[in-house]
């Protein structure tokens, strides 16, 4: 999956038992937080590494309308930061935010270890952190996340089968370092390497965004005319104006949730000039069901056992594409008709199970939604993820199917 307005300026079990670590300070920490007495306002704070998206604006916008809907308005002092992709800037907005003796953290973390020990020491002060989407490593921070839900794998399964097991493709990737990048590199990875006549000609970070995805893409292209399928993170809607501006036939590609690529999936021209897709990836919704989890701890309405919480992979095939007629996602559908919204709206915004409260206009302008009040999360909510070493756990092991696809079956051999 928004600038820096603030300073300067992309679900299990039911109410769950606390888990508590005897003897570490991150133990403690997250005990102590998860059982402090209720206060009348709460100090959370908005972290953002890497911004200027779509998707990092969607997220932050949804928990900014979170933050302004009843009875949170009342009782939420919501403070954004944005530092940018210097793991340092980061650390040091961590700091800051110890320094202010805030309640709570909900971050978009830059790496999946870099920041561990300011985390740490946030913990031990009783601080909550929720990171969302990518994650971090250390113990106390409570990662809700897709990251684990196997897009890389799926998706490139899924392209493995539109090139019948052969061709040349290129790796759109998301932002150097960040957790959620690294898995699903390693999980397309771990399917390519099984296709010997699948070969990867180019690799190139797209940083989430369209428009830098073009770019990245038209200098493959240059090298790489011959390109035969495109596995990208979000800015897949860039690859495919790529393809178009440099006069090609258009190639299967699987992305992510931009209204633009949807909407170009289902189109009978594009699909006649050769266009395959499918659309997964990450929901910005993902920001806004961390908040309301911290929230609901911070308030005493909810204990949690894991730290790991895996947030469901969305998977929409070109068939299944469907327009909406209205300002929500309803009767099965999933995208939004041309002009309604901008092409890098980020679809998967809404959960009306998980957040009823959201409407296009928290999406768009960070504002409430007319009308509604904070609803509790469901008591099934939280959905445990699987230990990823690296990605969400230090020293812990993986599953033998951690790769294993969910979404779609080999049609190749």
């Known amino acids: ?17 606390v888990t508590m670590v005897t003897g570490s300070l991150y133990g403690i920490g997250v005990a102590s937080a998860q059982s402090a007495p209720k206060k009348d306002k709460y100090l959370i704070y908005l972290s953002l590494s890497y911004s200027g998206n779509a998707w990092q604006s969607e997220s932050a916008n949804v928990v900014k309308a979170l933050a302004k809907t009843p009875p949170y308005d009342k009782m939420v002092e919501l403070r954004e930061v944005i530092s940018g992709t210097d793991v340092q800037a980061q650390i040091s907005a961590y700091e800051s935010m110890i320094a202010a003796h805030a309640d709570g953290v909900v971050s978009f973390p830059i790496s999946p270890t870099a920041l561990n020990r300011v985390v740490r020491r946030g913990c031990e002060k ?43 493709i290129f790796l759109s990737r998301g932002v150097p370092g960040s957790a959620t990048d690294l898995r699903h590199t390693k999980g397309a990875m771990s399917v390519f390497k099984k296709y010997p006549d699948i070969h990867v000609v180019a690799e190139y970070y797209g940083y989430w965004d369209d428009r830098i995805t073009q ?62 897709g499918v659309s997964s990836g990450a929901p910005p919704a993902q920001a806004a069901f961390a908040f309301k989890l911290m929230m609901e701890v911070l308030q005493g309405k909810r204990k949690l056992e894991t730290h790991k919480i895996e947030y469901p992979l969305p ?65 099934d909510a939280i959905v445990a993820a699987p230990d990823v070493p690296g990605i969400n756990c230090q020293n812990c092991t993986a599953r033998d199917d951690l790769y294993k696809l969910t979404k779609v079956d080999p049609s190749v051999k």
């Open 1 to 17: 999956m928004s600038g820096f307005k603030s300073i300067q300026r992309w679900v299990g079990t039911g109410i769950l038992a």
């Open 126 to 168: 009783a601080i909550l952190f929720f990171m969302y989407d990518s994650t971090v490593t250390e113990p106390c921070a409570y990662n809700v996340s897709y990251t684990t839900a196997g897009f890389g794998e799926n998706t490139a399964q899924w392209l493995v089968n539109a090139l019948h097991g052969k061709g040349n």
């Open 215 to 276: 770019q990245e893409t038209a200098k493959a292209l240059a090298s790489h005319p011959d390109v035969d399928g495109i596995w990208a993170q979000a800015g897949e809607n860039g690859a495919i104006k790529s393809l178009q501006a440099a006069g090609k036939k258009l190639i299967p590609v699987s992305g992510e949730n931009s209204n633009g690529f949807r909407l170009a999936l289902a189109d009978p021209t594009f699909r006649a000039q050769g266009l395959r």
């Open 315 to 379: 998977w929409v095939p070109a068939d299944q594409v469907k327009q909406c007629t209205g300002d929500k996602f309803e009767n099965g559908c999933n995208v939004f008709p041309p002009g309604k919204v901008p092409e890098s709206f980020v679809t998967e915004v809404f959960n009306p199970r998980l957040l009823p409260e959201l409407s296009l206009k928290s999406a768009l302008n960070g504002e409430a939604t007319p009308g509604q009040t904070i609803q509790p999360l469901p008591a």
